[in-house]
């Protein structure tokens, strides 16, 4: 749970209960320290609002900023704007939880003097991108996506003048199957 290296790192015990702020930017350095990561380059700044008391931390995350993703429809990259909010609470108790359960709740051991926080940004980011990614849209309407790639995928995707005789006789058969 503590990096004390990371740049996402917050040493809490030392801090009073109540409300504090932090900032936090995102940029390539970062994607680069996750291998497989599918975001390789984004500028994101994100804003955590820590409020502490004795038996809980609660994080309040924002979000907003870019990442460099590619169009599903024409295949080129371009910058996708992410905004999002998102909220984490640790709890204490006897030993470290590796993982977030569905209340968003992480248990951090009663020793913990800090968390690092960057792989919950990593996995913050990555869930504030759409599982559509089309280029926005420009001030006509219409999509900004590569024309010239757009005319190729419709000249390649288009269906074969092969007739329905062409059809090799041991696909006939399964056919028939279908109906």
Known sequence: MTNSNSVYSICFRNLPDGIHTFNFEVSDNFFSQYEHSEVKQG???????????????SFKFKLNGFVNVQCDRCSDIFDLKIKNKVNLYVKFGEENSDITDVDDTLTLSYSEDEIDLS??????????????????????????????????IKEYSTHSTESESDIDPRWEKLKSLYN
């Not at 500028?43 to 931390?57: A, G, R, T, W």
């Not at 990555?126 to 999509?143: D, E, F, Q, T």
């Open 43 to 57: 500028n994101i700044k994100i804003n955590v609002i820590l409020q502490k008391s004795p038996q809980l931390l």
């Open 119 to 152: 792989q919950h940004i990593y996995e913050y980011i990555h869930l504030s991108i759409p599982y559509r990614r089309l280029h926005p849209r420009a001030g006509n309407g219409k999509r900004s996506c590569n024309r010239e790639m757009l005319r190729k």
